[in-house]
């Protein structure tokens, strides 16, 4: 007997998915388990089993299509079956490829050409470099300004001095042009329409700022010692399994949580929640936006367990084969720039949970220890935290325990 198979509900707030890509086509076996067709959500794009064995019968809904939860998608029977199709759900919006363009698009005038043009009007220069050029016997028209809107400016009269520029000498003879750069003319304005992870992004992010009272803790940490345990472990695995540093800092991250709970936690009208297990959510980074996939129970598994995790669920990220167990679940969130050199920054949190760290790049630099300047690694890392559910006080000797675990590694071995 045929089965229809409907929009399935992936995330506790999703409510309505794009039917991104059939997998299998009309007429097509399938098995209970494979892949019928990829849905993109607010949160990821994954990868809808069949829950079913037979045949594909019908799509419902064409490919592109916004479709509400539990809404019909397709029917999967026996091969021959005849079925009626039920009418497809009230489209949340017209199709993705439907959505109309731009009226117009806004166009910019080609940028000016970097040999100047014949002296045919009022060249634009400040005042001073006018000056500098006349007492030099510089053509204005020969110098390329880098002011305000081309504007020559006194740098600009130099360069062209030091680089032998047109000059109107006594027999109006010139002196040899310096070679030119080539600029590459501008293009047109593209225009990008963002995509639902884009879309759910900014909703989340502009609510988390709008509604919750953000305040920030900074706290820098002693790495020499994880850098070092980090690279005597490394030396015993495959290349395929090494250790990031992002690994020691989650792990730590997780156990530092057990001992406060009320940073692993939500808050819920007049209730706050604190959450039994640690889940470490993991921003990665993905094309067109940002996605968050979560280590569940993170303070019970072991570096290698959370490496080997973390490096699958974020490959099905950057693939667009995520699952829903990836994205979901996540009770405390952590947002590592490491591997781009920087400083330090701050995250935004993500909710509804309570608290984000932002973690920074580890550096190797000059440090003072007993009056000494010797070199040492160093690493900055900044938690946000929602101040309805938390204080300074609070984040701030999280920072400090955080401390124990990251400057002495050993500890979460034991």
Do not use: C
Not at 58 to 67: L, N
Not at 145 to 151: C, D, E, K, M
Not at 186 to 204: F, H, M, N, Y
Not at 386 to 392: L, M, Q, T, Y
């Amino acid at each position: 007997m045929a089965e229809t198979i409907n929009m399935p509900k992936l995330g506790f707030d999703m409510a309505e998915g794009l039917l991104v890509r059939w997998v299998k086509q009309v007429g097509e076996n399938i098995n209970k388990g494979d892949v019928l067709a990829e849905i993109e959500t607010d949160k990821a794009t994954v990868e809808v089993e069949s829950s079913v064995s037979g045949v594909v019968l019908s799509h419902i809904v064409d490919q592109g299509t916004i479709v509400p939860v539990n809404a019909p998608i397709a029917i999967v029977g026996a091969a021959g079956e005849k079925v009626d199709a039920p009418a497809a759900a009230p489209k949340a919006e017209a199709k993705a490829e439907e959505k109309p363009a731009a009226q117009s698009t806004p166009t910019t005038a080609p940028v000016a050409q970097t040999s100047a043009p014949a002296d045919n009007g009022p060249v634009k220069a400040s005042p001073l470099a006018r000056k500098v050029a006349k007492d030099n016997g510089v053509n204005l028209a020969s110098v390329q300004g880098s002011g305000p809107g081309g504007r020559v400016v006194r740098k600009d009269v130099e360069a062209a001095l030091e680089g032998g520029g047109q000059l109107t000498v006594g027999s109006g003879q010139q002196r040899p042009q310096p070679s030119t750069i080539n600029y590459q003319p501008t293009v047109e304005d593209k225009v990008i329409p963002t995509t639902k992870l884009r879309q759910a992004i900014g909703r989340r992010l502009v609510e988390s700022k709008q509604t919750i009272p953000h305040f920030y803790v900074t706290h820098e940490y002693k790495m020499d010692a994880l850098m070092d345990m980090r690279k005597q472990a490394n030396a015993f695995l495959p290349d395929g399994e090494k250790l990031s540093v992002n690994d020691f800092i989650l792990k730590a991250v997780a156990l530092t949580l057990r001992q406060f709970p009320n940073l692993n936690a939500t808050i819920k009208g007049n209730e706050i929640i604190q959450f039994g297990h640690v889940n470490i959510g993991v921003a990665v980074t993905v094309p067109g936006g940002l996605m968050t996939v979560v280590v569940k129970d993170a303070d019970v598994k072991s570096l290698r367990q959370i490496s080997g995790e973390i490096k699958a669920m974020a490959g099905r990220a950057r693939d667009g084969k995520v699952k829903p167990e990836d994205v979901d679940g996540s009770t405390f969130s952590t947002s590592n720039l490491g591997m781009y050199d920087v400083e330090d920054f701050i995250a935004i949190i993500n909710p509804p949970e309570a608290a984000i760290l932002a973690i920074s790049s580890a550096r190797e630099v000059p440090v003072v220890e007993n009056g000494q300047i010797k070199p040492g690694w160093r690493m900055k890392a900044t938690i946000s935290v929602d101040h309805r559910v938390s204080d300074g006080a609070e984040a701030a000797q999280f920072m400090q325990k955080l401390a124990e675990f990251l400057e002495n590694p050993v500890r979460m071995l034991v």
